[in-house]
């Protein structure tokens, strides 16, 4: 079974700060990753789909990249309202979601 | 109003059964793959199973398989997950998620959850 591993598990950053989130398939998944926002005690939402289409109604400052096993998805800019913990997941043949990244505000 | 509301969750005991529903409004529910997802408190989803727009095709985590059953009913836009013989480690909030294309399983809508607890 395909494991997906996010990185880091946690980060701190101040407002303004650009972040990046790492996703980690342990084997080739072509483009079939997406990346949800889950604030606390909310339901996820849908930020990016096919590892970088950015879904209707997501800030610009949120991108995804990559393809095959190594994806990124960036906060070009963090603001108050993107505390939350992050998701990414592959939907190749089947759905297996990283372990989540918590991002705070320093 | 697009949305999903699920309900059916509660306490049950080990080795019982529980039945959990997911209604759906504003869109064309047999368009849609529907999905059952999990999350155990303060832990990540864990995707729980899938059945097609067709009613028919269905899909499980290994987790569950041969315990829960998940089914629809197109003719009222519902959703269900029948759970049996659940186990305490199966204690999570339940969301049923939309399905955002065709085939593939990533879900731009999500309803509110219900929460299982299985407990003795």
């Known amino acids: 079974d395909i494991q997906m591993t996010q990185s880091p598990s946690s980060l701190s950053a101040s407002v303004g700060d650009r972040v990046t989130i790492t996703c980690r398939a342990s084997?080739?998944?072509?483009?079939?990753l997406a990346w949800y926002q889950q604030k606390p005690g909310k339901v996820p939402k849908l930020l990016i789909y096919a590892a970088s289409t950015l879904q209707s109604g997501v800030p610009s400052r949120f991108s995804g990249s990559g393809y095959g096993t190594d994806f990124t998805l960036t906060i070009s800019s963090l603001q108050p309202e993107d505390v939350a913990t992050y998701y990414c997941?592959?939907?190749?043949?089947?759905?297996?979601f990283g372990q989540g990244t918590k991002v705070e505000i320093k | 109003q697009v949305q999903l509301v699920e309900s059916g969750g509660g306490v049950v005991q080990p080795g019982w059964s529980l039945r959990l529903s997911c209604a759906a409004s504003g869109f064309t529910f047999n368009r849609h793959g529907m999905h059952w997802v999990r999350q155990a408190p303060g832990k990540g989803l864990e995707w729980v199973a899938v059945?097609?727009?067709?009613?028919?095709?269905?899909y499980y985590a290994d987790s569950v398989k041969g315990r829960f059953i998940i089914s629809r009913d197109n003719s009222r836009n519902t959703l269900n997950l029948q759970m049996n013989s659940p186990r305490p480690d199966d204690t999570a909030v339940y969301y049923c998620?939309?399905?955002?294309?065709?085939?593939?399983?990533?879900?731009?809508?999500w309803g509110r959850g219900t929460l299982v607890t299985v407990s003795s």
């Open positions: 998620a939309r399905e955002a294309e065709h085939f593939n399983w990533y879900f731009d809508l």
């Open positions: 059945i097609g727009d067709d009613e028919k095709t269905q």
């Open positions: 997941q592959r939907y190749n043949s089947a759905c297996t």
């Open positions: 084997q080739g998944i072509s483009n079939f």
